[in-house]
C-alpha cells in the first residue's frame, strides 16, 4: 500500500465522521423539521437534487477545489487562512476586518463543537426506536451515558483509538452505499434528479417552504470546514481522493437510495418511514447492527470534532487570543494529539446541557445549521480577499466564482436564521460568548503590553548602570518578558530588593508567527548587550509547541551552553488594575482580569522547570 493510499485511508476515518453521519437525519429533517415538506415525488426528487447540488458546490468545488489550496505551509482552517492573508494586509486597514471574522468563525466552531456530538450520537440512539418503539425512554440516558465516556476517554488520548476509525469508517461508508444502491436498483428514476431543474422546480413550485427547507438540506454538507482544517494531517492529495474516489459516492448513493425507498411506498407506509429513513432503509433482521454501527460512526465523528476544539484552541493561544490553558500532550510520537481539561470540561457540560434541554436530534438540528453556516459565509468572505488580493485572480473570473457561493451559502444562512428561536439561538449565544473572550484577551494583552513598553527602561542602559550596582552572582538567570523592548518588572524587582545579578542574565521573549512551524534556522535570535546581558527571542510557529528548556538545550548562543541546574528561570506575574484610561470599557477591564488570574502559569505553558522558577509580582493599570 502506498503512502498516498495510506493517507487517503486514514483521512476517511479521521476527517469525513462529521458529514458521513448526517445521512443519518438531513433527509428526514429536510421533510419533518421546523417547516414540513409534502411527501410526494416533487419534493423528494427536489430535495435530493438540492443535497446533490450543494454538495457538488460547497464540498467538491468551494471547500476541496479552491479552499484546499490555500494552506499556510500545509495548515489549514479558518485561523491558518487569516494568519496567510493577515500577513499579506499587514500595512493594510483591511487586515483587522480579516483577523476579526477569522476569529469569529472560530468562536462558532466552539457552538459546532457541543452540537455535533449531541445531534449524531443522539441521532444514532434514536435508531433503537425503529427496532423497538418501546426503547424510546432509553434513548436520552443511553445517549447521555455514551457521551460522556466520549469526553471521560479524551485524557487518554486517541492514539490507540485512533488506529480503529479507519476500518470502521470505511466499513460504515461501504454499507451506506450498498443500502443505497439496494433501493436504487429497485427505483432507477431517482437519479433523474441529478438535473438541476428539479431543485428548480421545487423552487418555483414552493417558493417560501423551498428557501426554508434549504435549512434542513445544509445538514448534508456539515463538516465542510474539518475537511480544510484537517488538511495539514493528510495532505490535500489525500483527502482529494478520498473525498471524489470513496466518500462522496457513497453518500449520494445513500441519499439517492432514501429518496427510492420513499417513493416506493404508499401514502401511509412513506410517512411512517420518513419519521426515520435512514435505518428503515436496512430489513428488518439488520436494522439492529446498523444501529450499532451507525452509533458507532457518530462516536468517530463526535471525536474528529472534539480533537478539533483542541486543536483550534492550542493555535488560538499561540497567536493570543486566548489564554494560557493546562495542555498535555497525548502521544510522544504525534505532536498534534493533545488533551486540553478546561476546554473538555466546558464541551461536556454544554453537550449534556443541550441533550437535557432540546431532548430529540430533529429539536437539535434546527439549533445545528445557524453555527455551521455562518462559518461558511465568513470563509466565502475570507476566500473572496484570497482569490482578489493574493492570488490575484481576475475581476471577470473572480466576481462571478465569489458571486455564486456568497448566493449559496448567503441563502444558507439566512434561511437557517429564521430558526434561531427554535434553537439556533444555542449556538449564537456560546458564539458570542467565545467571541467576546478572545477578543478581549487579545485586545487587554495589547493594552498591557503597550503600558508595560511606556514606562520599559532600555535594557542596554540598565545593563552598563546595575553591573557596577549590585553582587555578581554564580550561575544563568533568565527573565521571561512578553515584549522585545525595556526591561522586565522580573529583573527590575529582582535588583530593588535582592540587590544581586547573576553571572550571566538572559531576557528572553517568546514569538508567536504566523505560520504554522518555523525552520530551526529563524528559532533563535540573540544580542549580546555586554557585562554578561544577553536578550534572547525565541520563535515558534502556531502549530508548535513553546518548550523553552528543550530550545535553550540547543544553543550555544548567550556565551555557552544552559545547564539547568545552573539556571533559574523569573517570571512577572502582574496584578491589574482596572481604570478609566481609554482602551476598554471597565467591564471588559474586569474580565481580562478574572481571565489573566485563571489562566494557565508561564511555568506550566513554556514547560519551565518547577524547582528553577522564581515569580516575582507588580501592578499594572490598563
Known amino acids: 500500500m502506498s503512502n498516498v493510499t495510506k493517507l487517503a485511508f486514514g483521512a476517511v476515518g479521521v476527517v469525513f465522521g462529521d458529514i458521513g453521519t448526517s445521512p443519518i437525519y438531513a433527509f428526514r429533517e429536510t421533510f419533518v423539521g421546523p417547516h414540513p415538506l409534502a411527501i410526494d415525488e416533487l419534493h423528494i426528487l427536489g430535495v435530493v437534487s438540492l443535497i446533490f447540488w450543494s454538495m457538488t458546490l460547497v464540498v467538491s468545488v468551494q471547500y476541496v477545489g479552491i479552499l484546499m489550496r490555500a494552506d499556510n505551509k500545509g495548515q489549514g482552517g479558518s485561523l491558518a487562512l487569516v494568519a496567510l492573508i493577515s500577513g499579506k494586509l499587514s500595512k493594510s486597514r483591511y487586515s483587522g476586518l480579516v483577523v476579526l471574522l477569522g476569529v469569529f468563525a472560530t468562536a462558532l466552531f466552539y457552538g459546532d463543537s457541543m452540537i455535533t456530538p449531541a445531534v449524531s450520537v443522539l441521532s444514532a440512539v434514536e435508531g433503537l426506536t425503529v427496532v ?24 487518554s488520548g486517541t492514539a490507540k483509538v485512533g488506529a480503529l476509525f479507519a476500518p470502521v469508517m470505511v466499513t460504515y461508508f461501504i454499507i451506506l452505499a450498498v443500502l443505497g444502491v439496494y433501493h436504487l436498483v429497485q427505483l432507477p428514476q431517482v437519479l433523474l434528479a441529478l438535473n438541476p431543474w428539479y431543485a428548480v422546480q421545487f423552487f418555483l413550485t414552493d417558493k417560501m417552504l423551498g428557501f426554508l427547507a434549504l435549512g434542513s438540506v445544509v445538514l448534508a454538507v456539515t463538516g465542510s470546514e474539518a475537511l480544510y482544517s484537517d488538511m495539514g494531517h ?6 482529494r481522493i478520498s473525498w471524489f474516489g470513496f466518500v462522496m459516492p457513497c453518500l449520494l448513493l445513500n441519499y ?7 417513493l416506493s411506498l404508499d401514502e401511509i407506509s412513506a410517512a411512517r418511514a420518513m419519521e426515520n429513513p435512514f435505518f428503515n432503509l436496512a430489513p428488518e433482521t439488520l436494522r439492529l447492527p446498523l444501529v450499532i454501527l451507525a452509533t458507532c460512526a457518530t462516536f468517530i465523528a463526535s471525536q474528529a470534532v472534539i480533537s478539533g476544539a483542541f486543536s483550534i484552541t492550542h493555535q488560538a493561544m499561540q497567536l493570543g487570543f486566548i489564554p494560557r490553558l493546562s495542555t498535555r500532550h497525548t502521544s510522544e510520537h504525534e505532536v498534534g494529539q493533545i488533551y486540553i481539561p478546561f476546554v473538555n470540561f466546558a464541551l461536556m457540560i454544554g453537550v449534556i446541557l443541550l441533550v437535557l434541554i432540546f431532548q430529540n436530534s430533529s429539536n437539535l438540528a434546527s439549533a445545528y445549521g445557524i453555527a455551521v453556516t455562518g ?5 466565502t468572505c475570507l476566500m473572496t480577499v484570497l482569490l482578489i488580493v493574493i492570488w490575484r485572480w481576475s475581476l471577470w473570473l473572480a466576481v462571478p466564482v465569489v458571486l455564486v457561493f456568497f448566493i449559496v451559502d448567503g441563502s444558507y444562512f439566512a434561511a437557517n436564521a429564521t430558526k434561531v428561536a427554535d434553537g439556533g439561538w444555542f449556538p449564537l449565544l456560546i458564539g458570542g460568548i467565545a467571541f467576546t473572550l478572545l477578543t478581549t484577551w487579545n485586545k487587554g494583552r495589547r493594552l498591557m503590553r503597550d503600558r508595560m513598553t511606556e514606562a520599559a527602561l532600555p535594557l542596554n542602559v540598565f545593563a552598563r548602570s546595575a553591573h557596577g550596582s549590585a553582587v555578581r552572582v554564580p550561575g544563568t538567570a533568565i527573565f ?5 523592548a525595556g526591561v522586565p518588572s522580573a529583573l527590575l524587582h529582582n535588583i530593588k530588593h535582592n540587590k544581586v545579578l547573576h553571572e550571566r542574565v538572559v531576557v528572553l521573549t517568546v514569538e508567536v508567527a504566523d505560520v504554522p512551524w518555523v525552520e530551526p534556522s529563524e528559532r533563535y535570535e540573540v544580542t549580546d548587550l555586554g557585562e554578561g546581558f544577553y536578550r534572547m527571542t525565541l520563535r515558534y510557529g502556531f502549530m508548535e509547541e513553546t518548550d523553552v528548556p528543550a530550545a535553550l538545550a540547543q544553543s550555544q548562543l548567550c556565551g555557552g551552553p544552559f545547564e539547568m541546574m545552573k539556571t533559574s528561570f523569573f517570571l512577572s506575574r502582574q496584578t491589574l488594575l482596572p481604570s478609566a484610561k481609554p482602551g476598554m470599557a471597565i467591564w471588559r477591564e474586569r474580565l481580562f482580569s478574572w481571565m489573566m488570574r485563571n489562566a494557565a502559569s508561564a511555568m506550566e505553558f513554556f514547560r519551565l522547570p518547577t524547582n528553577r522558577v522564581v515569580e516575582l509580582g507588580s501592578q499594572l493599570e490598563i
Do not use: C, H, Y
Not at 423497538?132 to 479524551?154: G, K
Open 132 to 155: 423497538e418503539a418501546r426503547l424510546q425512554p432509553l434513548v436520552i440516558p443511553i445517549a447521555l451515558v455514551l457521551l460522556i465516556a466520549l469526553f471521560l476517554i479524551q485524557k
Open 234 to 239: 493528510f495532505g490535500r492529495g489525500p483527502m
Open 256 to 262: 439517492f437510495g432514501q429518496a427510492a425507498m420513499i
Open 375 to 379: 462559518a461558511m459565509l465568513i470563509d
Open 480 to 484: 521571561m518578558a512578553s515584549t522585545n
